[in-house]
Each structure stands twice: as C-alpha cells, then as structure tokens.
C-alpha cells in the first residue's frame, strides 16, 4: 500500500512527493486535474523574493532561491529543466509613512543575509529615472536573489522527478476518508476506490479547507481570485524590477510587455469567487496607480488578462504546516496567499522531513505550524502582496 498519500498535485504537492520519493517513501498522489489548467502555480505572476519580515519566510524563499539556481537535483535521464529565472529585483516603495516599517524590515532581511538595499529619493532616481518620486522617502531594493521564473516549469520538473522516483499520481478527487480513532486509515476517492494511507499531506491548494473539513477539521484557507493583467508601452523601460508601490499595485516587465495586479482589501475580497478577469479593476485602480507611478505608463496598452486563485490563509496569511492536534497522521501545507511557488521547494523538503525524521532538520518553520489556529497565535508578516 502507498505509505503516504498526498492530496494536490500542483507545485507544493509534488515537491513533497518529489522530495519523499527520493528518501525512498512510497507515495501516491491524488490530483483532481492533471491539464493544471487551474492550477495556482500555472496561473501565478511566478516571482521570489527574500523581502519578507519573517525570518522562516525568508528562509523559505532561499531555500527556493537555492533550487532555481541550481536545479541539477531536478534533472530526470540528465535533462536538467530550465525555469527561465531572471534575477531582475523587488522594488518596495514607501512614503514617510512607510519609512519605519521598511527600515524594520530591512534589518531583519539584512539578519538573514539577504542582499537588500534601502535608497533614498535621490538614489531611486538616479537609478530608476522613470519613477516618479515626487511623494517618496525611501525605497528598499533587492540587489540579488529576487526576479521571476517559469512557475508553471517548476511545478512539472518537480511532477516529473517525483514520477521518476516512483511516486504514482492518479487523476481523481478525494470524498472523504476512513478512519480508527485519531488516525486516517484510507483516502476515499470520487472514482469509489480507496488507497489505505499511513499518512495523509493536504497539499489541495484552494481547495485544502474541503479536504481538512473531511477530517472534521477547519482550516482558514479560501480560493480568492487574483488577475492578472498584460500592458506594452512604446519604449521599454530600463532596468525594471518588479515594482510594489505604495498603492499596493504591483508591476514588472515579461519580456518586451508588463505584468500588473493588485490585492483588495480582506473586506472586498470573497471567498471562491469566479474565476474570472476582474477588468474594471484595472480601470478603476491599477491604470490610475500605474501612470502616477511611471509616466510612461500614462499611454499604455493592455493586451490580455488572466486570472488565478490565491489559497487565501484568512487567518494571518502564512503557511500552515505539520500536523494538527485533532488527527494523528494528517498532515497540512497549505494557505500560501500567494507565496506558494516560490516556498515550495521549502516546504517539500519540509515535509519529507517531519513525516520520516519526525522534525524538521533543514529549516525551522515552526513557527508555521498549524496548531497556531489553536492558540489564538499569528504570524504577523508585513510584507504580503
């Protein structure tokens, strides 16, 4: 029988079948759409950063950092997959308002041996003469180990190594589960077949509560839907990193267009929305911030939209991870909101590491874990797009 079953294909699911498999476990995994046409890691702007507030973040982050850099361990018959990463910085701009929290943030960042750098008004635009600076007082730049990548080529390498390891996916979707006292005994599947399990990961993305709550457990996580919209202008800018600015609105290049978005406010943000382009936020929200911004942006034009879920955490917006007091032998990594592709290499090894070692010996995430719920405690993150 599979010793561990893992619900969720996508990028955190098969880094941990990947990462099991290679320490020897059998591993069955359960994913509910093999063409990922849904998929976060599919539908995501893709990017990693070390400008978190968290140390495990940031750690996470580099952990992942380390994997894009060097994916030989991905290499299945000797073709080691290339994810197109460009290491092309984060931008976070602050009025004096902002001024505080960055310089916070920035020592903790600089703790952890991220290379980041706070300029001052000047320094932004001597370096980045497009920007308008007029409203700033400091911005903080990540020199090294921040950019882009091909997410969605991440998530099949890690789907490819963990087939190549042994570990089998199915194309089915969970129902339920069997159970004796506090542990999981099977994984009940919509095709009326069973797989017994001595340990269950949840790794359904936003779709992790629906399979939480078939343990009788509750787990903050929701499908928020993001979109994500495609701009040109008539002279690239140069330079260019992806860019957060005070209006929250988000840009940065892919190839010769822009890539932009924007996260509403928890109160104007429902839960599993429809998948669908949310065009007047453009309009209303993204352009305005956009050409105040960067006046070349004031004649811009979009060229196609897209739109993508969020597996939401709506408790503090962190990872949840490991196993929760209520069951045994179920174990969580869910709730991203947002940062999954970039923590996944992370997070796999994370979990191979809890279920075989019985701890965590790479990272500390424990201050992830998901009995926080429990506690009334919350990772109180500062830097969430």
Known sequence: MPEIVIVGGGAVGSAAAAYLADRGAEVAVIERDPTYARASSA??????RQQFS?????????AGLALLRDPRWLAVDGEVPDFGFHEGGYLYLATEAGVAGLEANHRIQRGEGAPVALLTPAALAHRFPWLNTSDLAAGSYGMAGEGWFDGYALMQAFRRKARALGAVYHHDTVVGFERAGTRLTAVCLGSGASLPAAHVVNAAGP????????????????????SVF??????????????????????????????CGWSPPDADDPDGAHLEVDHSLFEAVIWPALAERVPAFETLKQT??????????????????GRHPAC??????????????????????????????GRSTSLDLSVFDVDRLLHGRRVEEQNII
């Open 328 to 357: 045994d032998n179920l174990w969580f990594a869910n709730g991203f909101s947002g940062h999954g592709i970039q923590q996944a290499a992370g997070v796999g090894r994370d979990v191979a590491e809890r279920l075989l070692d």
């Open 230 to 259: 495609v701009f040109q202008i008539r002279e690239p800018l140069k330079e260019c990193p992806l860019v957060i600015d005070t209006s929250g609105v988000w840009f940065r290049p892919e190839g010769h267009q822009y890539l």
């Open 54 to 62: 968290t140390p495990a973040n940031i750690r996470l982050s580099q």
């Open 304 to 321: 196609s939209a897209w739109a993508g879920y969020y597996e939401m955490n709506t408790w503090d917006h962190n990872a949840l991870l």
């Open 207 to 226: 779709w992790a509560r629906a399979v939480a709550g078939f343990a009788g457990i509750d787990l903050p996580v929701q499908a928020r839907a993001r």
């Open 43 to 48: 539908l995501s702007a893709s990017s990693i």
